[in-house]
Structures are given as C-alpha cells and as structure tokens.
C-alpha cells in the first residue's frame, strides 16, 4: 500500500521515534499523544484493520500484544499499569486504515472508555 502512512511508518520512508523494531512488527510514539507514553505497534505488512485479520494472521496479531508487553516494560509502565486499545470502523474513531494496537500508559486511566 504505497500511499499508506504506516506502511511508509515501517519501511521507514516517513519518520517516526521508534521504540522497537523486527522484521514483522514496529512500534513508535505517537504524533498526537494522549497519555505520557503513547506508541503505536503495527504490523509492518498492510491489514486495514481488525475486520481485515485472516486466520493466517493468527501469530502476527498475538506478536501486537506480545510487542506492546515488552514495549510496556521498556517504558517502565509495566507494574503500575497500561492500556492497550485497537479502534475498529467509524464509531470506534478509527482514522487510520493500518492495523495498528495503543499502548498507552504514565497515568490513570478512566472506564468507561469515551
Ligand atoms: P486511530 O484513531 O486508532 O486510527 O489512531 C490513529 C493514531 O495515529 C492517532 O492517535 C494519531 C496517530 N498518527 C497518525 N498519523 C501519524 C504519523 O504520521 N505519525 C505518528 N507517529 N502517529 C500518527
């Protein structure tokens, strides 16, 4: 997907503050951050979203949530606590059409979610 923000994120076409980083997954922070840590993990491959996943994508979404666990500790969030949230479709205000897992965390967080 050659116009897509967060392919060109993960083949590094477009700068980004990279916290980790192989050959299938990549996170960074993200540009409009909500909590004092904000990254972003995504798939470097091109799936649109939650709905997009196969069964072949079984292992590459479970590494999302394995990344975000080592991101978390990295981030030094792991005792005190994190989010990590996926936005599907319009009413979840999905802006961008790239898979991609929040790991937000350095605060507390509210629930219910808004
Ligand atoms: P969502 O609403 O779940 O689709 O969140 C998209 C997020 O992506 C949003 O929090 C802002 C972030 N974002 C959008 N464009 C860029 C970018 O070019 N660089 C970075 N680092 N983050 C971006």
Redo the contacts with the bound molecule.
């Keep these: 997907m050659e116009d897509c923000?967060f392919c060109r994120?993960g083949k590094r076409e477009?700068e980004?503050m990279v916290v980790y980083e192989d050959r299938e997954v990549i996170a960074?922070?993200?540009?409009?951050p909500q909590a004092p840590v904000h990254i972003?993990v995504i798939p470097k491959k091109h799936v649109a979203g939650v709905n997009d996943l196969g069964t072949e994508d079984q292992t590459l979404a479970g590494r999302l949530i394995l990344v975000a666990q080592k991101v978390a500790r990295q981030e030094g969030i792991a005792r005190n606590g994190y989010r990590l949230v996926i936005?599907s479709g319009e009413d979840a205000?999905?802006?961008?059409h790239h898979l991609?897992l929040?790991l937000l965390g350095g605060r507390k967080m509210k629930w219910p979610p808004g």
């Design positions: 923000i994120i477009i980004s960074f922070r993200d540009i409009n972003l936005n205000g999905q802006a961008v991609h929040h």
